[in-house]
Every structure is written in C-alpha cells, then in structure tokens.
C-alpha cells in the first residue's frame, strides 16, 4: 500500500496534506523523537511605500519651505492660491520671472475650475529648479502680488502699519485666506490675509481676466482695535469676506505674563495700539482678539479707496483659535473651527438670516464606537451641547469692562468660568461639593472664554490642529432648497492637520490610534435638516487619512503619495475636495484632488 503511494505523487498540494494526515491517523507504530527546528527564513523585502490613496491625486506642488493658504474656488472658475513664507534661498524663475523667496499672492489661469473633468495627477518635483517654483497639472500658477510690492496708497503688499495708519510695525511674508468680490466692472476685488501679529488684509483690483492687477493698499483695522494672526476664511453667502483671527493664546493669563514664551505677542498689540512696552500704562484688552471678522458688511464696498472698507468683528460666534467659519445654505447656521490642542468644534444659529448680531453659540459633545481606534474606521458622533445666547451689544460692552493697564491684569478667572457654569448647569463641576453661584448677570465667559466654558458644560475639548471646515456652497444650496438627500452637495469637509496627542492619549471621549497621526485626518460630514428646520451635521466620518509616519526620515515624514498635515479646504462644483497643505513632513507642499470613494 505504501509503495503504491509513492509511485503516484499527488499534484494538488492540499489533497496531500489531508491525505498524509489520514495514513498517520491510521497507523498503529509508537510516535518517533521530534525532528530539530529548521532554521529561520530569511527576512521580507519592506513594504511598498508608494501607495496612493483611491482617489487621490497630485494638483500642485509649493516651492521649497512654503505651504500653501488661501485656497478660493471663484466663480468664474479660477483658483486663487498663495505661497506662504518660502525659503529666502529659492532662487528658481518661473516661466513668467518670478522667484519665489517671498510671500506670494497668485491664481491658476487656462483652466475653469468649475468643470474641471479628470485630470492626470502631477509627479512630485525630483529636479532643485522645479522645487523651488509653483508646479500644477493643470493650467498655469500666475503671480498677482508679492510682499514689498509697492501699493497704490504708498505702502507695500504685507506692510503691518500700527493704529495711526503710517508707523511701519513690520512686513509679512505669510499670506494667507483670499476671497474675490465683484469690483462692479467685470473684474474683482481680491482680499488676501496676512497671517502675522498683528495681523493685516490687502485689497486688490483684478481685471476680468487677471492681466491688470492694481495693488490698492491695506486695510484699516484701527476701528476694530487692530486684528490679530488673519487665518483662513470664506466668503458669506451674502458676498462679505471672512476672516479668522487665530488665537495662540490658549490661557488669557499669558497675555499679562511677561515670562511667556510668546508674550511678544502681546507685546506687538501694544505697539500697534502705541502703549508702553515698559508696560508702564495701558496694555491690550485680550479679549478685543480672537473672532470672526466681516469686512464690507452688507456687501459695502467703496469702489475708489479700500480705507473705507466696512470692518465688523463677529463676537456672538465666540473667541476662541478661529481657523475659518462655513454659512450654512440656511444662512443662519455657521460651522467653526478651532486650531490648537485641546480644542472645541463649535457652531453658531443666528436669529436672522445674513444677521450674525445676535444668535446661539454651540459645542461639539464627541462620541466614539467602544473599542474601534483605527482613525480610517473610526466615525465621531456629535451631540451639540448650547453654551449661550448672545448679542453683539452685549459681548461688546462686556469686553469693554476688561481695559485697563498691564498691572491691572484684566481677566475672567478659572474659577469664575467654573462658577458661572456649575450655576448655569446645576452641577458641581469642579468636585468640591458645591454649586457655584456666578457673579455674572450675563453669559460672557461663552463668549469671551469659549473654549473653557465649552468643556465646563460638558463638550469635548480633545480635538486637536482642526483647520479648514468648509462645503460648496452652490451644491449645498441646491440639496437644501430641493430637498435631496443624498450626493455630493449634502457634505461638509473638515480638515485635522494632526490626530496625536490629545486625540489620541487614550483618555475622554476621542482615543485613536495615534501611531501615523502626525499626518492627518480629513474628515466628512453629511448635512441634515433637524427638528428646528437648521442645517446640522451629527457625525464626523473619516474620509482619507494621511500617512504611513515614517520617524526615522530626516525630510518626508509622511508618505509622499498621501496627504500630510490637510489644512485648507475647497470643494468643486462637482463635489471633489482640494485639500492644500501646512506641512513640514513633505519637501514640497501640495495641494491634493481627492474625489471621495464612498460618494
């Protein structure tokens, strides 16, 4: 029996594994001395490391040492995009003569954004000249301004000019949000922020076809007690730019601490406003920074002088690292988000449409699947915890009552920020055994300490980098206004430039895996109407992630072919996403196309 088997080998690998199993289960002999071990193979070849996410693809790609910023989709089809704080080194010319070793203002020409169809993905840049230049797939990148341009009011592109409007302060390389508002001629008004401390906005004039550019001048911020880090923005619905002051001071104490690290922060408020930087007499109001901010309110714009621009800081949506606000097609419902660490998602429902003076404020209350970590699987619920009601008259008499000078030290104190919400909520919040009673007779620590007063109530304070938030406001309207459930129209998308630390340490209501979380998330959110009629969003979804972290690489960090460190955010007509860059773990910055594969 046996020398019949070996004379028919058997062909199909498995059949002979059962069919030795059987002749050893059949046989009677005593078991025989274990053989030794054999010896240990040899290791694998590492794993790929060129994969590109589905869906992904290469739009464009910064000069060395910039990230790109503002990122505006406008209606005509163009796509405004700056370079942000280049290496002073590049030395490269572009097709048109222009090197990129300054803060840059520019849009990509010959090709309509708005029916964009597919494109073929760009490679990234190898050569030192095509790092060191604007790179796209399509169209061409051309400059509109650079930093030191002159202007036509006499100053140059990114000058910072104190309260008096003629002291230099300083001149910015850090372009950032840009909206484009009808000029009245075809052409456009372009507002381009300028993310510095303080911070400054630049308006210029823009044929229709964007080969005549007039440099105007910047903006005057003195009625508004000067602005601070101008971040990333939109445009309002009703044509109104808005601008984000993002707030780096986390602990209003640090404002009056002169050993802070960044206390030249505080002290580049006092020279804007001229107060002594002895600190002698009067100090800046912390709570005068840190909003939203509408420039031409009502869509008030004088044709002839960009001094006499209508500015409007937006108090009622809280203060707080705005990174951009989102209005919602009900006009009412504003998203927003907050960059930092430890930070809040929030959401602001004004009484009236296109009115943003009075209204509710809003925090995110997260919840995530026991046991699910992966942040490619993991979905975050939301729950909207409500902080307060507000009016702009209000906040801003509150905020007055916090002038004064350096020595007096002017805040809203962790204790009162507990008391007034253990009084609001009815619970003992700090563990001590008592309610606190406030001696607020108005709810200003919503407003004026948003964040503190958000995790008090109970929302969650873990988030961590959240950056652009944004939605197509064209498609959201038509889902809005038809009804339709379903589609490209119907999500918001926001960007976490980093998923560590805080959303990952494995305590409160956010613990991902944080292993490749220096890379980022983008998360999507579908839109919804609730039982109050408003836009809402109950779910963040991870759309891509970016990544594999590769520690040990002295440049490129994270996976070349996938995003890193997403910040700004745009989505096209047809409902694909353009996620730009802030990163320093890829040489080049990019600015991604990424069409959503569960769309």
């Known amino acids: 029996m046996i020398s019949s088997f070996k004379e028919k080998p058997v062909n199909n690998p498995i059949n002979a594994v ?7 289960l059949g046989g ?13 193979g040899t290791n694998g070849a590492n794993g790929v490391t060129n994969y590109t996410p589905v869906g992904l693809k290469r739009l464009a790609t910064a000069p060395v040492g910039a990230e790109f910023t503002g990122l505006f989709l406008n209606t005509d089809g163009a796509l405004f995009l700056n370079v942000q704080h280049p290496s002073d080194s590049n030395a490269t010319a572009d097709s048109d003569g222009k090197i990129f ?5 520019g849009v990509i020409t010959g090709r309509n954004f708005n029916t964009l169809g597919d494109i073929a993905a760009m490679d990234m840049p190898i050569a030192t000249a095509d790092k060191e230049v604007v790179k796209t797939a399509v169209g061409q990148y051309k400059v509109l301004v650079q930093q030191a341009d002159a202007l036509a009011d006499g100053n140059e592109m990114g000058d910072v000019l104190s309260a008096d409007g003629t002291t230099l302060i300083k001149n910015s390389n850090d372009p950032d949000f840009n909206a484009a508002v009808p000029n009245g001629g075809g052409g456009y008004y372009l507002y381009s922020n300028w993310e510095d401390r303080p911070g400054s906005m630049s308006r210029i004039n823009l044929s229709p076809d964007y080969s005549a550019v007039i440099a105007e001048g910047m903006l005057d911020f003195s009625s508004v007690d000067g602005t601070w880090v101008n971040c990333f923005g939109t445009l309002s619905p009703w044509g109104t730019p808005l601008s984000s002051e993002e707030l780096y001071f986390d602990n209003t104490a640090d404002w009056f601490d002169s050993s802070y690290a960044y206390f030249s922060n505080a002290e580049a408020i006092a020279e804007y406003k001229g107060y002594p930087l002895d600190r002698s007499g009067n100090w800046g109001n912390p709570y005068d920074y840190g909003y939203i901010i509408e420039i031409g309110v009502n869509g008030t714009v004088d044709a002839a002088d960009e001094s006499n621009v209508v500015v409007n800081k937006l108090e009622t949506m809280g203060r707080f690292s ?5 209005v919602m097609p009900d006009r009412r419902t504003v998203y927003l988000s907050d960059d930092g660490t430890g930070v809040v998602f929030f959401k602001f429902v004004a009484d009236v449409a296109e009115d943003m003076s009075a209204g509710t404020l809003y925090a995110a209350k ?3 699947a026991n046991g699910v970590t992966d942040p490619a699987e993991a979905t975050l619920g939301i729950e909207w915890v409500e902080l307060a009601y507000g009016t702009e008259a209000s906040i801003e008499a509150a905020i007055a009552e916090y002038d004064g000078t350096f020595a007096d030290s002017k805040q809203i104190t962790d204790q009162q920020i507990n008391d007034w919400a253990e009084a609001k909520s009815g619970t003992d919040i700090d563990g001590d055994g008592n309610v606190g009673t406030t001696t607020f007779t108005d709810n200003r620590p919503a407003f004026l300490e948003s964040r503190k007063a958000a995790v008090a109530l109970g929302a969650t304070g873990e988030f961590r980098k959240m950056e652009g938030v944004n939605i197509n406001f064209g498609l959201a309207e038509t889902w809005w206004n038809e009804g339709a459930a379903d589609g490209a129209q119907a999500y918001m998308y926001m960007a976490m430039s980093s998923f560590d630390k805080t959303m990952s340490d494995d305590e409160g209501d956010i613990q991902l895996d944080g292993t490749h979380g220096k890379c980022g998330v983008v998360y999507r959110m579908k839109l919804a109407k609730n039982a109050n009629g408003l836009v809402d969003v109950t779910a963040m979804v991870p759309a891509i992630v970016g990544g594999p972290y590769y520690g040990d690489r002295s440049v490129n960090q994270c996976n070349i072919n996938n995003i890193s460190n997403p910040d700004n955010i745009v989505i096209l007509d047809d409902g694909r996403v353009l996620i730009g860059e802030d990163t320093g773990k890829h040489e080049n910055n990019v600015v991604w196309l990424f069409e959503d594969p569960a769309l």
Not at 28 to 40: F, V, W
């Open 18 to 24: 059962l069919l030795g199993s059987a002749l050893l």
């Open 28 to 40: 009677c002999g005593s078991d025989g001395d274990n053989g030794t071990n054999g010896t240990d």
């Open 101 to 105: 070793d300054k803060g840059t203002v």
């Open 322 to 326: 705005h990174e951009n606000s989102v």
């Open 366 to 368: 997260i919840s995530q």
